[in-house]
Each structure stands twice: as C-alpha cells, then as structure tokens.
C-alpha cells in the first residue's frame, strides 16, 4: 500500500468549475508538496505546507497534520490548468509520491 | 538560463549496454536527487546526495550507480540495461536536506527506452 493516497485519479470539468484533489497519507511528515506535471513531462513545484493553508493565485491548498490529509483546490479552472497534480510528502531525506491526479478542463 | 539540466532528454538503447544520464543545477544547492517515473507516471525516489555525500539509497539494483563529481551535478550511471529499466529519470535538486522549507526544482527529464 502507497503512503501516500490521492483521490480522484482522473477528473475531467468543465472550465470555471471550482476543483478539488484530495491527499491523504499514513506516515508522519515535516511538510506535504503538491506538484504539477504539465503534459509536456516538466514538474514544477506548487506549494510546500507543514500546516494550515496557503493560496498562490487561483490554487490554494490546505492541510490537516491530525487528520494525515490536504487538499488542492482550483478556483475557475482553465483549459491550461490541465495537469497531472502530484502529492508528496517529506518523510526523514526524501520525498514519498501519490500516483497523480491527471486533470482536464474543458472550454 | 535553465535551473536544473538534464542530457540526454532522450536516450533509446539495446537490452545489455551501459549508460548515463548527466544532470547539473545552477542554483548553488547542496542537495540533488535521482527519481524514476514508471509507464504508470508514478515517481519513486532513488538517490540522493547531499554536498558530495550519498544520502539515500533506495531499493534501486546495483547496476545503477549515481556519481557527484561537484554538488553541482549529479550523474546516474546504468550498467546492463534491462527492458525493466524504461522510464523517465528525473534528476531534482534542493537548497538542503535538513530544513524542512524546501522546495525541489526538477529537471526536465530523460525518457530511458531499452530495446
């Protein structure tokens, strides 16, 4: 079983639908990082968090350290917020993955 | 100027040779890594080195050797290359390992076909 869990693992909406991933993990962490990989194979970095909320323009992305969950959420998507977002969590060195969510926002 | 570079970005070979994969970062950080993303798109960390120093090693079979030249690259080296091996190779790099507010910077990628 991963550490690290996302949900849903595709979800298709129309443009200006309010958008949310969920993340959930089993192991203790000092901070959760939520990336996207846009469909040319580049990763950036969206946010790093070890607690409560930041927003970078229309993302915004919480956590609860008792609940071992985040949430990414997108505010009047766009075709090119179609991404896959990726949930890590930092665990001692490294990172720990999910498996992506492969999002597509239609016009 | 690209942060995090990677040659090549796309390597095809025959099962049995060997390879490598270069990766150099410009952002004067101590820590660099090595991630596999498997035809499932699912990233899985292999190395990590931090300042010159091997500090994770994870499950990865001893065909695959990582080198530090300088922190400023961090090279993978694959002996014997096996069909198993087809991936995308992500080499990533970060201010340090300790801190906590540490954001990674990735490369672009090198897609690894073995015929």
């Known amino acids: 079983k991963n550490e690290v869990e996302q949900s849903p693992q595709n979800l298709t909406a129309q443009e200006g639908e309010f958008i949310t991933i969920n993340c959930s993990y089993s192991?203790?962490?000092?901070?959760l990082h939520w990336l996207q990989q846009h469909p040319g194979g580049g990763i950036v970095s969206l946010f790093m968090?070890?607690?409560g909320k930041k927003k970078h323009g229309r993302l915004i992305a919480t956590i609860n350290i008792q609940e071992k969950h985040s949430s990414l959420h997108i505010t009047a998507s766009h075709p090119r917020d179609s991404a896959v977002y990726i949930c890590a969590v930092r665990s001692g060195y490294a990172l720990n993955f999910g498996k992506g969510t492969s999002l597509l926002v239609t016009p | 100027d690209t942060a995090v570079s990677q040659t090549p970005k796309y390597l095809v070979t025959q099962m049995g040779n060997d390879k490598s994969i270069k990766c150099e970062q410009n952002l004067g950080h101590d820590t660099m890594y090595w991630y596999k993303q498997d035809s499932k798109k699912f990233l899985k960390i292999m190395f990590s080195y931090n300042n010159k120093e091997l500090i994770i090693n994870e499950t990865v079979p001893n065909r695959f050797s990582p080198k530090s030249p300088d922190k400023a690259h961090l090279n993978l080296h694959i002996n014997s290359l096996e069909l198993g091996d087809s991936a995308v190779y992500f080499c990533?790099?970060?201010?340090?390992?300790?801190?906590?507010?540490?954001?990674?910077?990735f490369g672009p990628g090198t897609r690894l076909t073995v015929l």
């Open positions: 192991v203790g962490i000092s901070a």
């Open positions: 968090l070890s607690s």
């Open positions: 990533a790099s970060s201010q340090d390992s300790m801190t906590v507010w540490n954001e990674q910077f």
